[in-house]
């Protein structure tokens, strides 16, 4: 079996590439079970945020499930291959639960050291474990990602002065506008991201706060946490015109604000500047506002140049981490090589046990009398005889499993204990209940050919 991702991410795709393959969170059962229906899919789970968009497979095969994973990507957007081939960044078993270490920590992020992401893979870990398409390998890979990571941000400096892009974006405001008392924010939406960039607004001590979302309740609840009003999405326009800045985070699919909202707003306006960050992906403000006097509009791609503040102090703590996921490699190896001899380790068990019971079944027959305590005592006696002459070789083949050339010596250890048939048997119980899921989950919508030999 192979680890594999597959993804766009900031340092590989712009940001209008990477709006087009973002997940919706109303999405992600759908799309999990119909990646995890592939052929050649046994383990899925989907990374998708303002930065990446990744998907996390175990396949049977290398080639296939490269082959398969692109396939669905093809097919749940709608669009060739050609288009996003250029973008993706592939990684392959060692190099790909690496990469889910240092993205968990925080190291692959815009912003180095952010703690949002650690969250991010939290919740798209958990929906998997949800849609049924995790298995023996994610289940323990997340598992350990989740926990380096916790430590990273625990035992190490790497968040102090916290940066996120909606730190990010305050910042540039704070270079625009100097001091941000007195400024009236509009923030559209009332997700995390909006709430995280309210409190950093609050920290700069912004009093006039207007939230504007889709449900009243939500805008209502954001905005009541830092004094602020809310507002429908339809008032918008009207706030446009006493705004000074307008931070926009929403899930929405397309556009949220309009060309020609703006412009009927910049009208009233007598010549104040407006400025505007959009943090989402997909983009909620026009592109096409970079073009009117006075608006000065900034993407999410925009902010990673106000982040260099801090960086120096927090590199030297990320060569901490990185040190701190050396030995969480090592840690996997072991736990990999483990779990390769575990067929192996079970079918001796079985033997041995087996052989136990046989001879039990023997003495009972020879030994007619024996009452049930000394029958007892006499299973309790033989099984310790199994285990103690079962612990050395058990130690050994954990131990040969490790070294370079570990197939042939367990080959010749299966051998030499002849459970060549008992292993195989194993083998194929784990191969079965690896795709128990996909048995019964709903083929694809649209038929795939057969993968070639590469991709």
């Known amino acids: 079996m192979h680890i594999l991702v597959v993804g766009l991410n900031h340092h590989t795709a712009p940001v209008d590439i990477r709006e087009k393959f973002a997940f919706t969170e109303d999405s992600f059962e759908q799309a999990l079970k119909q990646l995890r229906a592939q052929k050649s899919i046994l383990e899925a789970v989907v990374l998708s945020t303002c930065n990446r968009t990744e998907i996390y497979v175990v396949a049977d095969q290398s080639h296939t499930g490269r082959y398969y994973t692109k396939a669905f990507l093809a097919e749940w957007f709608g669009t060739d291959r050609e288009v996003f081939a250029p973008y993706l960044d592939i990684r392959e078993d060692e190099h790909a639960v690496e990469h889910l270490f240092r993205v968990s920590c925080g190291l692959d992020s815009m912003i180095l050291g952010e703690t949002q992401i650690l969250g991010q893979v939290r919740e798209a870990f958990f929906a998997a474990q949800q849609a049924n398409t995790t298995g023996t390998l994610f289940n323990h890979v997340f598992k350990q990602a989740l926990t380096i990571a916790k430590k990273a941000q625990t035992e190490t400096n790497i968040n102090e002065n916290a940066v996120s892009v909606s730190y990010a974006a305050v910042e540039l405001a704070k270079q625009i506008f100097g001091s941000l008392e007195r400024k009236n924010v509009l923030i559209v939406g009332a997700g995390k991201m909006?709430?995280?960039?309210?409190?950093?607004?609050?920290?700069?001590?912004?009093?006039?706060?207007?939230?504007?979302?889709?449900?009243?309740?939500?805008?209502?609840?954001?905005?009541?946490?830092?004094?602020?009003?809310?507002?429908?999405?339809?008032?918008?326009?009207?706030?446009?015109?006493?705004?000074?800045?307008?931070?926009?985070?929403?899930?929405?699919?397309?556009?949220?604000?309009?060309?020609?909202?703006?412009?009927?707003?910049?009208?009233?306006?007598?010549?104040?500047?407006?400025?505007?960050?959009?943090?989402?992906?997909?983009?909620?403000?026009?592109?096409?506002?970079?073009?009117?006097?006075?608006?000065?509009?900034?993407?999410?791609?925009?902010?990673?140049?106000?982040?260099?503040?801090?960086?120096?102090?927090?590199?030297?703590?990320a060569e901490k981490i990185e040190l701190m996921i050396e030995r969480e490699l090592a840690a996997y190896r072991d736990w990999l090589n483990t779990l390769g001899v575990v067929p192996i380790i079970t079918a001796l068990r079985q033997k041995a046990l087996a052989i136990q019971a046989e001879t039990m079944e023997s003495i009972e027959r020879k030994l007619p009398d024996l009452d049930e305590?000394?029958?007892?005592?006499?299973?309790?006696?033989?099984?310790?005889?199994?285990?103690?002459?079962?612990?050395?070789?058990?130690?050994?083949?954990?131990?040969?499993?490790?070294?370079?050339?570990?197939?042939?010596?367990?080959?010749?250890?299966?051998?030499?204990?002849?459970?060549?048939?008992?292993?195989?048997?194993?083998?194929?119980?784990?191969a079965a209940t690896q795709r128990a899921v996909s048995t019964h989950a709903p083929s694809p919508s649209v038929s795939v050919q057969d993968a070639p030999a590469r991709s």
């Open 194 to 317: 909006s709430e995280l960039t309210a409190k950093h607004l609050h920290a700069c001590g912004v009093s006039h706060v207007t939230v504007a979302n889709r449900t009243h309740a939500r805008a209502e609840q954001l905005a009541d946490k830092f004094s602020g009003k809310p507002i429908a999405m339809e008032e918008i326009g009207r706030s446009l015109v006493k705004a000074d800045i307008l931070i926009s985070s929403t899930g929405s699919d397309g556009v949220v604000i309009t060309k020609e909202r703006v412009a009927a707003a910049v009208k009233k306006r007598r010549g104040r500047p407006l400025f505007m960050v959009d943090i989402a992906v997909p983009r909620d403000i026009d592109p096409a506002l970079h073009e009117m006097d006075g608006v000065f509009l900034y993407d999410i791609d925009d902010l990673n140049e106000i982040v260099q503040t801090n960086l120096a102090e927090r590199k030297k703590e």
């Open 373 to 430: 305590r000394e029958k007892k005592v006499l299973r309790k006696h033989t099984k310790s005889i199994v285990n103690q002459l079962l612990r050395d070789p058990i130690t050994g083949i954990k131990d040969l499993a490790g070294e370079p050339n570990s197939e042939h010596a367990l080959q010749w250890f299966t051998k030499l204990f002849a459970i060549e048939e008992e292993v195989k048997a194993e083998m194929e119980k784990q």
